[in-house]
């Protein structure tokens, strides 16, 4: 009897050792076998494990992602930036003034240096422009028809399919987890809603990213929300916990990000209590990818990635890491 129970032990501690290999090999096939891998299993396993030190309710399993840079390509721009630019282009025509005006003149010559040169202003007058003056559902079925019509400009493929297959398998293992996934973006939050759920299985209500100031109208019996050229939110930096904390009501468990950008998000996440997760992926593949970060004017990596490892963060080599970029 005695033998039995030993086997038995040993049977169970063995099925507990291999599990995360079983795991790694089944659900994130395009994670190469390393480090990353490995911690990402091991935290997963570590809190959904009943019983275990480390469990954690499936109510309270939310994890973050940033977008730009995370889930799907930013260089050469931002993919929000060129939905601007082409706007401004088809309005064009409309507004002769724009040729003597900036940043609107920077944007018609294909000038992008003079465009951020305009600072946040132009930014501002930008957004103005080409998300608002129009009701809400306006705006969604331009975002949407855009999208699914607009190309990257170096690979000519559309930008749905710029996407990280690594992160997409990450997100469908945590949701597979009962883990809560989460958008959390700089990006316009009326401009990822449209799509978020068939790209990357995450539906509207589940994404937080900055917003332009609305009202609701009711001209001749037909209620609307009008948006205004107004910021009203900027999901970025410091203002990303608050847009959790705002819009989830939650702390996460799990952070993912890219850029310093995303850095309060992870330092807010993983300094709560219980065993926590913090990952930032290192776009250093210049041949499948871009290679970038300390001196990019998109998705700058400056701090985190000093940082970053003492404070327990998973730095995530794309080169390195990921034996795939994208689905396809």
Do not use: C
């Not at 990357?200 to 209500?205: M, R, S, V």
Request: no cysteine; aromatic share 10%; proline share 6%.
């Amino acid at each position: 009897m005695t033998i039995l129970r030993h086997v038995a032990a040993w049977t169970a501690a063995l099925i507990l050792l291999i599990a995360p290999i079983v795991a790694m090999a089944d659900d994130l096939p395009s994670w190469n076998d390393g480090q990353s891998k490995r911690n990402i299993i091991e935290f997963v396993t570590a809190v959904t494990t009943a019983g275990g030190p480390d469990h954690v309710a499936p109510a309270d399993r939310v994890a973050v992602f940033d977008n730009d840079g995370t889930l799907w390509g930013e260089q050469p721009m931002y993919v929000q930036l060129a939905f601007a630019l082409d706007r401004i282009k088809a309005l064009a025509p409309d507004h002769p003034e724009w040729k003597e005006t900036e940043p609107f003149k920077s944007v018609l010559a294909g000038d992008l240096a003079g465009v951020a040169a305009s600072g946040e202003k132009g930014l501002v007058d930008l957004v103005g422009v080409t998300h608002a003056g129009m009701t809400s559902d306006e705006f969604t079925r331009i975002a949407g028809d855009w999208i699914d019509t607009a190309r990257h400009p170096k690979t000519g493929k559309p930008y749905t399919s710029m996407v990280f297959q690594p992160m997409l398998e990450l997100i469908a293992y945590l949701k597979a987890n009962e883990f809560k996934v989460f958008i959390v973006s700089g990006g316009g939050i009326e401009f990822m809603r449209p799509w978020t759920e068939r790209i990357y299985g995450i539906p509207a209500e589940n994404v937080v990213g900055s917003s332009i100031k609305s009202r609701y109208d009711d001209k001749d019996g037909k209620p609307s929300i009008v948006r205004l050229p107004e910021v009203d939110f900027i999901d970025d930096g410091p203002g990303k916990p608050i847009g959790i904390y705002g819009h989830i009501g939650r702390r996460p468990i799990a952070a993912f990000g890219n850029s310093d950008g995303d850095f309060q998000m992870l330092e807010w996440t993983t300094s709560g209590p219980g065993r926590t997760f913090g990952l930032i992926v290192h776009h250093d593949d210049a041949e499948r990818e871009y290679a970038y970060d300390r001196n990019s004017h998109f998705g700058k990596l400056d701090r985190g990635l000093a940082e970053g490892p003492k404070r327990g963060w998973n730095i995530v080599s794309m080169k390195n890491d990921w034996n795939k970029v994208y689905p396809h």
